[in-house]
């Protein structure tokens, strides 16, 4: 019949949540939805278009590069025919050394991307005119007739519009025309062709040549090269915006390097590039394979925990390939700052928004509804009188407390059959509201107004004003010292403990609330139609007896039924008998001893039972200073000797109460015995057991 309501909905209880928080969730998942949808579309978006730029960028990019190789491929093959021309048409003479200086100097100054205009003799004789940087030329010959092992150099200064000879000299050189590739194939070729070149009379250089044979009538003069060093390459590279950290570089088609970006070289100054990124470039033209060779590819490459976009593009020359490398923090970088920006915005503003939203649930949502939730607790534990409404300005809140305390109101008019303080009881313990019960122990009392039947009888209906004053002082008794009010029967009232709350001391808790009930008569002031005051009988048991719904599932009683309960009604009845106001039974006595000031009456034997049944009269409570009084101690003596068949002994111990006591009715009852049975001595059957004849 008990069932923990809080252990059925544990599992339910675990996951419950306030409407604030669950509110504020709502309202902060709603934001982050958003803001991580907004986020995302806008990161895409910016994306696509950084890309889009990164792309158009490159674009530009490649073709520039591609504009200017083509441009410095055209120029050296302009060159080439231009002088080569002059040879066929026998303007110019290879051995005339003044114009022929004077042609390779033109072209050298006419086209800035040219580095050397060479001439090597089928003997093995060779002539160069060679750019040194931007404001300084040479012309050089090695002759095998003239100084061999050495070559002439005449150094020319540029100045504006003119050059001017700056000096002569002569060093050892065992550079030898003979040797170099682009003589070779050029003294048995037909047409010039694209060579690259290492060598060179100043040292190593790395270059590409453009170079062919001269014939004048039919017969092979020699071989004419246009070179063009790297370093023109890599001066222009320079000149290219790849963002702020990006670079590009000229590879050929096995990832060496032909030119990277440095503003500073030129045929004096080797380039000295960085070339950091450069294995991203090779890295990139491996992947990509043959299809890297032929048309435009691109991909996306880490390295050290960066990432960066790699574009492979051919250009004119063959073999070549324009590798642009731009980190994607240059073109992402701006997009993730803005973003991580709109994250921390979002993220201050949907907190914001989560307090917001807090402030406001608690207002409008939480705090009403908390109102109504201790409405709902004032129902639940019967306390009726302290619902209230609260106006809401949410219809559904607003309508909610109205009608909770409608609910209020209405079981008000109920309240005042039904022991309010059961029903709390009940409802904190669980107890379910259908037939069943246990078996506890439990102490019970019955209040009954001495000689009601004839008083009701004289006043009519002018009764239930003084019957309502008595019902409320015992009633609010009773409750004050913890019982539970069973029911009113007419003047009667049945009260018990124990139940349905457990209590250790159900039979003290019991017996202070009878002292207390006649007090409260003695001081009440209430008096019968004829004047006398009221007087109140009080019987009291304690005993095992079933506690619990008793009924029907159409009408239920809290209440407690058992022989225990009929002895405590016997003894209310039996106090008209001694002239006593409070009976307790034996168990009641047993189980308030030492706490309680008792005297044994005798033993009696109730309506309907045999066996006999020791009862005590009330006297008081020993902590409230009562003390033991001799006269109690002279009955109980007597009592004794009674039952021992002693009578005389009893006959005078019971005189000595009467002499402190003199209506003592049960001190007079057992003379009046003493004497009878002193006059006339009982059998032998006689047992010192009173028979109670009436309830």
């Not at 990124?277 to 032929?294: F, S, T, V, Y």
């Not at 059959?417 to 107890?431: K, T, Y």
């Not at 079933?546 to 159409?554: D, H, K, P, Q, T």
């Amino acid at each position: 019949m008990n069932v923990d309501p809080g252990r059925r909905l544990q599992a339910v209880a675990t996951l419950t949540v306030s409407i604030r928080l669950a509110v504020s969730a709502l309202v902060l998942a709603a934001i982050l939805l958003t803001a991580a949808l907004s986020s995302l579309l806008w990161w895409r978006t910016a994306e696509a278009t950084s890309r889009q730029l990164a792309s158009t960028i490159n674009e530009q990019i490649v073709a520039a590069v591609r504009k200017e190789v083509s441009a410095i491929v055209d120029e050296a093959r302009a060159a080439h025919t231009a002088i080569r021309t002059l040879f066929l048409q026998n303007v110019l003479d290879t051995r005339e050394a003044d114009k022929r200086e004077f042609v390779f100097l033109s072209q050298l100054q006419s086209q800035a991307t040219i580095s050397w205009v060479a001439f090597g003799w089928p003997d093995g004789s060779f002539f160069a005119a060679h750019k040194l940087g931007d404001r300084q030329l040479e012309m050089m010959e090695i002759s095998l007739t003239d100084h061999p092992g050495q070559r002439r150099v005449d150094e020319y200064d540029v100045v504006p519009g003119d050059i001017e000879f700056a000096s002569r000299r002569f060093e050892p050189t065992d550079f030898r025309v003979a040797d170099q590739a682009w003589f070779k194939a050029g003294l048995t070729a037909d047409d010039p062709q694209w060579f690259r070149v290492m060598d060179h009379p100043t040292g190593a250089r790395p270059s590409i040549a453009f170079a062919g044979p001269i014939d004048v009538y039919q017969e092979r003069q020699g071989v004419l090269a246009v070179v063009i060093e790297y370093t023109r390459l890599a001066r222009f590279l320079s000149q290219l915006e790849v963002g702020r950290t990006g670079t590009a570089f000229i590879v050929d088609d096995s990832g060496v390097l032909v030119a990277a970006p440095d503003k500073e070289a030129d045929e004096l100054h080797p380039a000295r590039s960085d070339i950091t990124l450069l294995p991203l470039a090779r890295a990139a033209l491996e992947q990509a394979g043959e299809a890297g060779r032929k048309e435009a590819w691109r991909t996306r490459l880490t390295s050290r925990g960066a990432a960066y976009e790699v574009a492979l593009t051919p250009l004119p020359f063959p073999g070549w390939s324009l590798a642009t490398v731009i980190p994607e923090a240059e073109f992402l970088g701006p997009v993730e700052t803005t973003l991580h920006r709109l994250i921390l915005g979002l993220a201050v503003g949907a907190v914001l928004a989560a307090l917001a939203s807090a402030a406001l649930a608690r207002s409008v949502i939480a705090a009403p509804l908390s109102r109504v939730v201790g409405e709902l607790r004032h129902v639940e534990a019967f306390a009726l009188e302290q619902v209230r409404r609260h106006p809401s300005r949410l219809k559904e809140i607003a309508s909610l407390s109205g009608a909770i305390a409608e609910m209020a109101s209405g079981l008000s008019a109920f309240r005042k059959f039904i022991p309010a303080d059961l029903v709390r009881g009940l409802l904190r313990q669980g107890v379910e509201a259908r037939p069943g019960g246990s078996i506890q122990e439990l102490s019970v009392m019955f209040i009954d107004i001495a000689g009601f039947t004839g008083l009701s009888e004289r006043m009519g209906d002018r009764v239930v004003p003084l019957l309502s004053r008595y019902l409320d002082l015992t009633s609010e008794i009773i409750v004050a010292n913890g019982g539970t009010i069973d029911k009113f029967i007419g003047d009667a009232v049945m009260a018990f403990w124990g139940a349905p709350q457990p209590q250790g001391d159900h039979a003290l808790r019991c017996c202070r609330a009878a002292l207390a009930c006649r007090r409260a008569m003695d001081e009440s002031g209430l008096v019968d139609d004829l004047g006398q005051p009221l007087q109140i009988r009080i019987g009291i048991n304690s005993g095992r007896m079933l506690v619990g719904n008793i009924g029907s599932e159409l009408r239920l009683n809290y209440t407690v039924i058992g022989d225990a309960v009929n002895v405590a009604s016997r003894l209310e009845g039996a106090n008209k008998s001694y002239g006593t106001r409070i009976l307790i039974g034996e168990a009641t006595e047993r189980l308030a001893r030492g706490a309680v000031l008792t005297r044994e009456i005798e033993s009696i034997a109730v309506y309907g039972r045999e066996e006999g049944l020791s009862v005590h009269e009330l006297v008081g409570i020993l902590d409230d200073g009562v003390t033991e009084a001799g006269w109690i101690a002279d009955y109980e003596h007597g009592l004794a000797h009674y039952r021992a068949r002693r009578f005389a002994v009893a006959l005078a111990d019971f005189e000595a109460v009467l002499e402190q006591r003199a209506h003592d009715r049960p001190a007079a009852l057992m003379r009046d015995r003493c004497r009878q049975f002193i006059a006339a001595a009982p059998d032998d059957a006689w047992r010192p057991i009173a028979a109670l004849t009436s309830k």
